[in-house]
């Protein structure tokens, strides 16, 4: 089985702009969660979808949205930029949601840096 | 609020030695805790899953514990290699409740 595939790997964006961030889970997998993970605050939970429902959302911004398509695949969107938006920015899929009898597969993530 | 302290932020451990490294928790009941293993610039890589009704799992070299009074949890590497150079991170959920991420410990092996 192909593992979870994050596209872009790198962005480069200026303050104030938006960008759109693209993942695909692992056949099968209907759970996927976002993460943005910082050297200062580690891995931070964004939000997770479960068959095209948001079931979970973490402490950030309206900025940070996301939405999740039939075949599973999920997008994450930030809008009006802020240079602390910096980040590693992750993508997990489980089977049966939030890792609670199956592990977390993660993308390798999409480093975003603002300037 | 839930906080996930794991011990120091590198551990340097001789070849042939066993790491040993920590995750305590506060104000949480995880019903179940995981470990990840990290490589700079790429996602984690789950390690282990253990409940919170089970004292010991084991896996190869890794060995993970579970203490639900001191609310702690101990991972361990036995024969450590410089291949398990990395950064181990512990993950506590309970439910479908979000899952929440110690900041992880880097672990140094020398040859």
């Known amino acids: 089985k192909a593992g979870v595939t994050q596209t872009p790997r790198y962005l480069i964006k200026t303050r104030g702009q938006q960008v759109t961030l693209s993942c695909s889970p692992i056949s099968g997998h209907r759970s996927v969660s976002w993460y943005q993970q910082t050297p200062g605050q580690g891995l931070q939970f964004l939000f997770e979808y479960f068959s095209e429902t948001q079931r979970n959302k973490g402490n950030f911004p309206g900025r940070f949205s996301g939405r999740q398509f039939s075949n599973s695949r999920s997008e994450m969107n930030v809008s009006t930029l802020e240079l602390g938006d910096s980040a590693l920015y992750l993508c997990?899929?489980?089977?049966?949601?939030?890792?609670?009898?199956?592990?977390?597969?993660f993308g390798n993530g999409t480093r975003l840096t603002v300037t | 609020s839930q906080k996930i302290e794991q011990n120091s932020e590198a551990l340097n451990i001789q070849e042939g030695k066993t790491a040993t490294l920590t995750c305590n928790y506060t104000n949480y009941s995880p019903a179940y805790l995981q470990w990840y293993r990290q490589d700079p610039g790429r996602g984690p890589v789950f390690l282990l899953l253990?409940?919170?009704?089970?004292k010991e799992k084991r896996k190869e070299r890794l060995k993970v514990t579970f203490d639900t009074t001191l609310k702690q949890s101990l991972f361990h590497i036995t024969a450590s290699q410089p291949a398990d150079s990395a950064t181990y991170l512990c993950a506590l959920l309970r439910g479908y409740q979000k899952v929440t991420f110690g900041i992880g410990t880097k672990l140094q092996v020398i040859p």
């Open positions: 997990a899929s489980s089977s049966d949601g939030s890792g609670q009898n199956s592990p977390l597969h």
């Open positions: 253990i409940r919170e009704n089970e």
